[in-house]
Each structure stands twice: as structure tokens, then as C-alpha cells.
């Protein structure tokens, strides 16, 4: 099996758009945004990016701001994190070293979303 989607959940696809494009520098596979989503090229996967309407069910609302789990892989966490600052992207903290070897950085979308930089230890 090979990975291909992750999706993420946002309350204003237009504030989305703008930073997963703009901030983050992923390319717009697809601009439905006019219809609530986005498809962004994401390295070796695809990233979709989806509006919830405000009057949206429980379930549904509770996708949106919440961590991810998804991770971008980078050369370096420290330049990335620096990069990504200077573009306005708010960061819960700066990049640390994992137990692991890996160093990782939490970042937030304009809805809250956390995902993560990850700079990957040298095998």
C-alpha cells in the first residue's frame, strides 16, 4: 500500500488556502474553493483541504483545530522553522530533538490545525 491522501478540515477555505499555498509553498493541485476544498501537492502524497460550515453537525465541527498528526518532512527544522516564521506562521514552540534522532516542530493553521516539520535523523 502506498499512502496518497490526508485530508484536513478548516473552517475558512479562503484563510486556508492562502496559507497552505502562500505560507506553507504547496502548489494548488485543484482550486475548488468556491465549493469548499482545495488539493494541494504535497510531496509524495496529496493534501486536501476542507471547509465545515459553522452549522455542521457535532461530528463534523470537532475535525476542525485539533492535531493532525501530519508531519513535512525537511532538510533542517531550524531553517524551516525560521523560514516559515518570517512568513507569519505561528509555531506552539521551536524545533526540538526527539528521543528518536528527529527533530520536530509544531506548527498551526489559520483554524487551528497542528502539523509538524520534521527534520529526519541521519540513518
Not at 502562500?22 to 488539493?39: I, P, Q, R
Not at 465541527?61 to 516559515?84: C, I, M, Q
Request: aromatic share 10%.
Amino acid at each position: 500500500m502506498n499512502l496518497n491522501t490526508a485530508r484536513v478540515f478548516v473552517r475558512d477555505i479562503s484563510s486556508a488556502k492562502g496559507f497552505y499555498a502562500g505560507a506553507l509553498g504547496l502548489s494548488v493541485k485543484v482550486d475548488g474553493s468556491s465549493h469548499g476544498f482545495c488539493v494541494f501537492d504535497a510531496g509524495s502524497a496529496t493534501l486536501v483541504v476542507e471547509a465545515v460550515s459553522n452549522d455542521a453537525p457535532q461530528e463534523e465541527l470537532d475535525l476542525v483545530g485539533r492535531f493532525t498528526g501530519l508531519s513535512f518532512d525537511v532538510p533542517s527544522a531550524k531553517a524551516a522553522y525560521e523560514n516559515l516564521r518570517s512568513r507569519g506562521v505561528t509555531f506552539t514552540g521551536a524545533p526540538e530533538k526527539q528521543f528518536w534522532g528527529g527533530t520536530l516542530a509544531t506548527l498551526q493553521d489559520p483554524s487551528g490545525n497542528e502539523l509538524q516539520i520534521c527534520e529526519q535523523p541521519p540513518y
